[in-house]
T-cell receptor
Framework: DAGVTQSPTHLIKTRGQQVTLRCSPISGHKSVSWYQQVLGQGPQFIFQYYEKEERGRGNFPDRFSARQFPNYSSELNVNALLLGDSALYLC????????????FGPGTRLTVT | AQSVTQPDIHITVSEGASLELRCNYSYGATPYLFWYVQSPGQGLQLLLKYFSGDTLVQGIKGFEAEFKRSQSSFNLRKPSVHWSDAAEYFCAVGPLRNGNKLVFGAGTILRVKS
């Protein structure tokens, strides 16, 4: 079975631009979570979506938004990019909203210049 | 607020030597605890988890971890390290009602010398 997939692998954006990152969960998984991993730090929780609704949000500004589609795939959007948004963005999927078995994708490396 | 501390940023061990990576947590109740490993260019892979019961848990790749409530610790161990274990290791804590919302430590980079 395919694992969690994320696209693109890498991208470079300029300050002030907007970016959309995509995630496809493992087949049958209904929950998708997003994490930001800044270089040298551990991942930090951004959002959880389950059954197309936001179920949890970390301490991130409103420039960050996400959504989940009927097929349970998800997009993370970041507006008005700042240099500090440069990070590895990880997507994780799990069967349910409270599942502790999370499976992480390889991430999208975002560089903001 | 929940927090996880991994005191060692880098650790170097010789191949075949034993390994212990430290993790301390701060949480209001008994947390759910995890260890993940991340190889360069890869996502996170779950090594093991502790929810309740036996405080010594076994994981994949020969790793084990011991939960010590009195010390608020969940240290990761391996009796004999292989060169392929070189990676970054993250300890994480999860709340009781939402296993998806994990709080991670800053990670420990393991280097294995031959």
């Amino acid at each position: 079975d395919a694992g969690v997939t994320q696209s693109p692998t890498h991208l470079i954006k300029t300050r002030g631009q907007q970016v959309t990152l995509r995630c496809s969960p493992i087949s049958g998984h209904k929950s998708v979570s997003w994490y930001q991993q800044v270089l040298g730090q551990g991942p930090q929780f951004i959002f959880q979506y389950y059954e197309k609704e936001e179920r949890g949000r970390g301490n991130f500004p409103d420039r960050f938004s996400a959504r989940q589609f009927p097929n349970y795939s998800s997009e993370l959007n970041v507006n008005a990019l700042l240099l500090g948004d440069s990070a590895l963005y990880l997507c994780a999927s799990s069967l349910t909203r409270t599942s502790y078995e999370q499976y992480f994708g390889p991430g999208t490396r975002l560089t903001v210049t | 607020a929940q927090s996880v501390t991994q005191p060692d940023i880098h650790i170097t061990v010789s191949e075949g030597a034993s390994l212990e990576l430290r993790c301390n947590y701060s949480y209001g109740a008994t947390p759910y605890l995890f260890w993940y490993v991340q190889s360069p260019g890869q996502g996170l892979q779950l090594l093991l988890k502790y929810f309740s019961g036996d405080t010594l848990v076994q994981g994949i790749k020969g790793f084990e971890a011991e939960f010590k409530r009195s010390q608020s610790s969940f240290n990761l161990r391996k009796p004999s390290v292989h060169w392929s274990d070189a990676a970054e290791y993250f300890c994480a804590v999860g709340p009781l009602r939402n296993g998806n919302k994990l709080v991670f430590g800053a990670g420990t980079i393991l280097r294995v010398k031959s």
